[in-house]
């Protein structure tokens, strides 16, 4: 059996890993981890309205490009593990065969941990069904009455990254993790989402932010570490520990 530690990423759309979780994928693969990014959309009807923009565009063509994005940013940030279910947007088809597939994926990777979006998402309902969808695989590859003879999966902790307006979708970060060293390889995956272009600078600013709060949080002034670019996550599972720090 592999001693290499994994992690599973589960993004509604192509572009929603590099934004929300691109640090966090890099770092954990310069650590050893095989991270594993499932993408369940192109984001091809509702979240490429540059390219639909273009003379002559159509459905096909704007998946071609989506997916090409997506790999080349999973490139950037070491990925070798990148996967389309292509079960559309706006909304998302997340029924029984999407499901089936999803607990699969879950149980062959067997993740140390998980990710995935904000529990609430009135702007975009396909990112807060995603998370449901995730937290009801994640049950499902737990069951030892599903598929026996599979690998029944642990307890692993789903962070849920970022969302766009954080305000508005009831998310409270739990953890901060710092990215500065990884954010080079970051900046160029966000780079290669050249379908949202609008967005590049907004996610800089946000990770400058959480680096602030990562600053404050390990120790401010007396002694906090000091983090340029952060990313913020929730978490949805209690930790178990044997020390209190």
Known sequence: MSDTKTALVISAHSADFVWRAGGAIALHQEKGFEVTVVCLSYGERGESAKLWKQEGMTL???????????????????????????????????????QERMVDVIREVQPNFMMSHSKWDPYNTDHMNTTQFALECRMIAQAWGHNPGQKVLGAPQLYLFEPHQTE??????????????????????????????HLWNFYRNVAENRANHFRRNSGGQAGGRAAKYAEGFETIFPRTVDVLE
Not at 170 to 193: G, N
Request: charged fraction near 35%.
């Open 168 to 197: 508005q979708m009831e998310w409270k970060p739990t953890t901060f993790l710092d990215i500065t060293d990884v954010w080079d390889k970051k900046w160029a995956a966000i780079q290669c989402m050249q379908g949202q272009e």
């Open 60 to 98: 096909e063509k704007v998946k071609t490009e989506r997916r090409k994005e997506a790999e080349n940013a999973a490139s950037a940030l070491g990925v070798n593990d990148i996967r389309f279910f292509d079960v559309g947007d706006y909304p998302l088809d997340l029924g029984r065969e999407t």
